[in-house]
């Protein structure tokens, strides 16, 4: 069935190091992806999104491209800030009412 | 404010006693869900709705009940809650649906003895 496959954390990074969150997914058909942010003790917010092949999605200093070829869309930031530590979620909506999330990565940053 | 409100924040009960979880958006939004977060699970998606009155369970309704009577309330109920079902719920909304932006609420934990 349709699912995403996320890299275990945690990880842990120094500031102004390069960030990548791999993610991976199975799904027949164009799906949509995601990636959601969860900060401490907070709700799930949208960081970015692709809705078709070669799409690339930014927000706030991060990338992700959605690969086809490849069923990835992993998650980059060139430089990361001790305020980007949080749990990250791929998301998969491979069609309708349909919603697959991953495991998420918890990421901290130390100054 | 543009927000999804819940409530209880943190609840403790006992098993078989029923509960409701309220949840409330006011960005005139038509799709509605409610998730379960369980460690090394993500989100799971428990109930959605389309629309007033329209209904329709997820990847695991079991257990959970849920209306959809004005557009902006989703209330999760628990008719006779089970040690299994202790976990982070959220409630979610989005414009027409999960291709859209979902907005969530900050959550409510449960926890079932």
């Known amino acids: 069935g349709d699912s995403v496959t996320q890299m275990e954390g945690p990880v842990t990074l120094s500031e102004e190091a390069f960030l990548t969150i791999n993610c991976t997914y199975t799904a027949t058909g164009y799906p949509s992806l995601f990636w959601y942010v969860q900060y401490p003790g907070e709700g799930l917010q949208l960081l970015l999104k692709a809705t078709k092949a070669d799409d690339k999605g930014s927000n706030k200093g991060f990338e992700a491209t959605y690969r086809k070829e490849t069923t990835s869309f992993h998650l980059e930031k060139g430089s990361v800030q001790v305020s980007d530590s949080a749990v990250y979620f791929c998301a998969l909506n491979p069609r309708g009412n349909d919603m697959r999330f991953g495991a998420g990565t918890r990421l901290t940053v130390k100054p | 404010e543009a927000q999804v409100t819940q409530n209880p924040r943190y609840l403790i009960t006992v098993t078989g006693k029923k509960l409701t979880v309220t949840c409330s958006q006011n960005m005139n939004h038509e799709y509605m869900s409610w998730y379960r977060q369980d460690p090394g699970l993500g989100l799971r998606q428990i109930y959605y709705?389309?629309?007033?009155?329209?209904?329709d369970k997820g990847d695991v309704p079991e257990g959970y009940k849920v209306s959809r009577k004005e557009k902006r309330n989703f209330p999760l109920i628990l008719e006779s809650p089970s040690p299994n079902q202790t976990s982070l719920y959220f409630c979610?909304?989005?414009?027409?649906?999960?291709?859209?932006?979902?907005?969530f609420g900050p959550g409510t934990r449960l926890t079932v003895l």
């Open positions: 979610a909304s989005s414009l027409s649906g999960l291709a859209d932006e979902q907005f």
């Open positions: 709705s389309m629309n007033v009155e329209v209904t």
